[in-house]
């Protein structure tokens, strides 16, 4: 199930609130800028699809997405837990950076938690198949796969350089909780 938890930047072990229906979060993250969305598949897909089937199947949000926010190139990315280069992929996302173009992605299947730190504040996002979240440009965030990762993800850029992950050199990811699939965290 989908979920945002908000902690102060200084007590990562009690969230502030936590939310788990779609409209809240999409309000409350609204607050901060970021965009969360659930989008409907028009036809079956599952991991291991081509990435034109898996595109084809939300035609319809991709072309209002791209044309909203002027992305120029949309791709499909699918990691699975047998990936030899898992470990790898998880350590290169789980610091504290950001990006100088919005990092939006969306969940065709599987997992992920995207963990944002706006001001005092650190918001925990658990996003899986159907979610849609868009962090802007200049957030500080980190995304974690989990150990042994399991995702479908569509994803929109504007320009191949603006993903560039630009790290803080900060701490707080490591004093947050890491995502442990088929754990209450």
């Known amino acids: 199930m989908s979920r945002l938890r908000i902690f102060s930047d200084h007590d990562p072990s009690t969230p502030q609130l936590s939310i788990d229906d779609h409209a809240g979060m999409a309000r409350e993250l609204a607050r901060i800028g970021v965009a969360f969305e659930q989008w409907q598949a028009t036809q079956p897909v599952r991991p291991g699809d081509a990435p034109e089937t898996i595109m084809d199947a939300y035609r319809a949000d991709i072309d209002r997405l791209v044309a909203e926010r002027g992305f120029r190139t949309v791709d499909v990315v699918s990691i699975a837990p047998d990936n030899h280069q898992r470990e790898a992929m998880r350590a290169k996302f789980l610091d504290e950076h950001f990006h100088k173009e919005d990092e939006v992605r969306f969940f065709v299947a599987g997992s992920g938690l995207f963990t944002l730190h706006v001001d005092d504040k650190v918001y925990e ?12 440009d200049g957030t500080t965030h980190w995304f974690d796969m989990g150990p042994e990762p399991s995702f479908v993800a569509i994803r929109f850029f504007t320009e191949p350089d603006g993903w560039v992950g630009h790290f803080t050199g900060t701490d707080i990811a490591g004093r947050f909780p890491r995502y442990e699939k088929g754990q209450a965290i």
Not at 125 to 136: K, M, N, Q, R, T
């Open 125 to 136: 996002v658990l996003c899986e198949a159907g979610d849609l979240i868009g962090v802007p």
